[in-house]
T-cell receptor, first 118, second 113 residues
Framework: GAVVSQHPSRVICKSGTSVKIECRSLDFQATTMFWYRQFPKQSLMLMATSNEGSKATYEQGVEKDKFLINHASLTLSTLTVTSAHPEDSSFYIC??????????????FGSGTRLTVV | TQLLEQSPQFLSIQEGENLTVYCNSSSVFSSLQWYRQEPGEGPVLLVTVVTGGEVKKLKRLTFQFGDARKDSSLHITAAQPGDTGLYLCAGVGSGGSNYKLTFGKGTLLTVNP
């Protein structure tokens, strides 16, 4: 089946630094990837939709300059949290859409990244 | 904006009991998915329902999609501690928007032995 690899799984960074999170589709091409943020015991909140070769589409209220998304290839999208602050601490999850017509309708999620800003 | 109301938000039951989780919306979705998520992991797809009135079974889990494709339910029979987790419903938009998933708020299920 489709596999999405997300790295790192955990990261601790100092306030003011930037952190990059990678999301890779391992055995399929993903023209569209999605980035979510999740707070403890809550649901996933869509941050942005990442399209290969074009600018990401951000959801209302999400700061484009703070959460930089790059989708340079059909198998890799990255999320960079710039000038991180403690309030950016959260669980970030990516998903990729597989267009091969699988019965699952093609959404596969990464295992998430726990970001802690100290 | 399409919204999904999921209830209950929290559910704590004893092993062997039955439960139902509901997912309702005023919008029509092309399909609806149910996921289960464990702490520190990404969501794992359980099922996708596509046709209005559809019923799918996955061992002790029964999923229904409403006739109007606006609501869905998940019923678990004889719950076990291994069923503990966060259950999420997600609607797939009908056309455009890169087929974004709209998630419900989730149901945190705890099954006590």
């Amino acid at each position: 089946g489709a596999v999405v690899s997300q790295h790192p799984s955990r990261v601790i960074c100092k306030s003011g630094t930037s952190v990059k999170i990678e999301c890779r589709s391992l055995d399929f091409q993903a023209t569209t990837m999605f980035w979510y943020r999740q707070f403890p015991k809550q649901s996933l909140m869509l941050m942005a939709t990442s399209n290969e070769g074009s600018k990401a589409t951000y959801e209302q209220g999400v700061e484009k300059d703070k959460f930089l998304i790059n989708h340079a290839s059909l198998t890799l999208s990255t999320l960079t949290v710039t000038s991180a602050h403690p309030e950016d601490s959260s669980f970030y999850i990516c998903s990729a859409r597989d267009l091969r017509g699988l019965p699952s309708w093609g959404y596969t999620f990464g295992s998430g990244t726990r970001l802690t800003v100290v | 904006t399409q919204l999904l109301e999921q209830s209950p938000q929290f559910l704590s039951i004893q092993e062997g009991e039955n439960l139902t989780v509901y997912c309702n919306s005023s919008s029509v979705f092309s399909s609806l998915q149910w996921y289960r998520q464990e702490p520190g992991e990404g969501p794992v797809l359980l099922v996708t329902v596509v046709t209005g009135g559809e019923v799918k079974k996955l061992k002790r889990l029964t999923f229904q999609f409403g006739d109007a494709r606006k609501d869905s339910s998940l019923h678990i029979t004889a719950a076990q501690p291994g069923d503990t987790g966060l259950y999420l419903c997600a609607g797939v938009g009908s056309g455009g928007s890169n087929y974004k998933l709209t998630f419900g708020k989730g149901t945190l299920l705890t099954v006590n032995p």
